[in-house]
C-alpha cells in the first residue's frame, strides 16, 4: 500500500511539475484546460486517498469534482491578474469579431446568447467559465474560434518580474 501512494504521489508530481511549474519558469501564465486540470486535481486526490485511512470524504470530493467539470467545465488561469484576463477577452472577440455584450465587469454575452464569466480564486487565479448557447451553426463555429483565440491569447502573456 506504501508502495502504491508513493507511486501515485511520485506521478503527481510529474504532472505537477509539466503542467504548473514549467510554464512558471519559464514566465509563462498556465492555462489548466479539459481533461488537465481534472486530471491534475484527481490524481492529487487520489494520492491523499492512498495515504489517509479515511477516504469517504476524499471520494466524495471526486465525486464534487467530476460534477463541477461536468456543468462548469472551467478553465483556469494561473498567474495573471484579473484585468489582464478581461483584456485577453475584449482582444479574442475583437479579432473573431463576435458581437461582445458586457453585462458586468466580468460577465460578457459573446455572439447571441452564449455567457463568459471570469471568476477570482485568489489574486493569480481566475477561472474562465463559456457557455455555448448559440441557435446556429455560424454561431457555434465563432466561439469555438473565439476560444481558441483566447487560449493563445492568455498563454502569449508574459508574467513579469515581481
Known sequence: MIIVSVCAFGAVLAILAHLVILPLAKRRPVLLRGAEAYALVALAIVAVAFISVWMLPVLLLLIAQF??????????VL???TEQVLTAVVK??????????????RTFVMGERSTLIVRTLAPRIQTVTVR???SNDTGLKKIALFRN????????????RS
Do not use: C, E, F, H
Request: charge should be positive; charged fraction near 20%.
Open 79 to 81: 498567474g495573471l491578474a
Open 149 to 160: 483565440v483566447l487560449r493563445k491569447t492568455v498563454q502569449n502573456y508574459s508574467l513579469g
Open 132 to 134: 455555448v448557447s448559440a
Open 67 to 76: 460534477v463541477v467539470a461536468r456543468v462548469w467545465r472551467p478553465w483556469v
Open 92 to 105: 479574442a472577440s475583437t479579432m473573431v469579431r463576435v458581437k461582445r455584450t458586457i453585462v458586468d465587469d
